[in-house]
């Protein structure tokens, strides 16, 4: 009988000792780590504007920029005044605990309050690799289609927080939210949904107000 041999688990579990270590290191710096998982042309980028917006009169901010090739996001992110590291996994369709080590070295923790990390834009591959981040929240545009969370659970299973965007263009593109909205509950009961239209402003405050929640509750219980 040929023997089974499981490549990914040694892979996974190199990533996630690492992620611990990266877990203990922002957690002693007193950073809060958000992993925003989406696929491409969800807004990724526009959702980030506009929560450094609504958020840097509070936190520190500073942005991860993941991509299988190119800088763009990153230099938009910069033009808004944030500090931004890109990593190009140079074909990679996500991002792991060695690649954020190697861009977190060139930040000054001490001085941050919140990370973005903006993963590689994909809905399947980014679900397996803890980053050592406080939360995972995915991003769904509605031109993608309402019946994604039943073709990638798993993306909507690990979120601690799931963002629609694009909501003005659903009359345009017939999203049936009621049906989004139940599959969303059915498998992530817990996660809270925000409706939003990142490039108008549209629901944005619901989103910033909930991590700005979280970000605070944090660093209360590091304080302690």
């Known amino acids: 009988m040929p023997k089974h ?28 780590v958000l992993d925003l998982l989406a696929g491409p042309g969800s ?20 942005v991860i920029e993941g991509d299988i090739a190119s800088s763009v996001d990153a230099e938009k992110i910069k033009a808004q005044g944030t500090s931004a590291v890109q990593i190009n996994t140079g074909g990679a369709c996500h991002l792991e605990s060695a690649m954020i080590k190697r861009a977190i070295d060139v930040l000054d923790l001490d001085r941050l309050d919140l990370i973005i990390i ?7 591959c980014p679900t397996d690799f803890d980053l050592g981040e406080n939360a995972k929240a995915m ?10 969370p039943l073709k990638y659970p798993g993306v909507f299973q690990v979120s601690d927080a799931v963002i629609l965007n694009k909501a003005d263009t659903m009359p345009v593109f017939n999203f049936d939210e009621e049906e989004f909205l139940s599959s969303v509950k059915q498998l992530n009961p817990n ?15 619901a989103w910033t107000e909930w991590l700005a929640d979280e970000i605070r509750q944090a660093q209360a219980g590091a304080v302690k």
């Open 5 to 32: 041999i499981d490549l990914k688990k040694p892979i996974l579990d190199k990533n996630d000792s690492m992620a611990q270590e990266l877990r203990q290191r922002f957690a002693d710096s007193g950073v809060y």
């Open 43 to 62: 807004g990724k980028t526009s959702t980030i504007l506009a929560t450094i917006d609504a958020l840097r009169d509070e936190f520190n901010i500073a």
């Open 118 to 124: 903006e993963n590689v834009g994909n809905l399947v």
């Open 139 to 148: 991003i769904l545009s509605v031109p993608e289609g309402h019946d994604k």
């Open 191 to 205: 996660a809270p949904i925000f409706k939003i239209s990142a490039t108008k402003g549209d629901g944005v405050s």
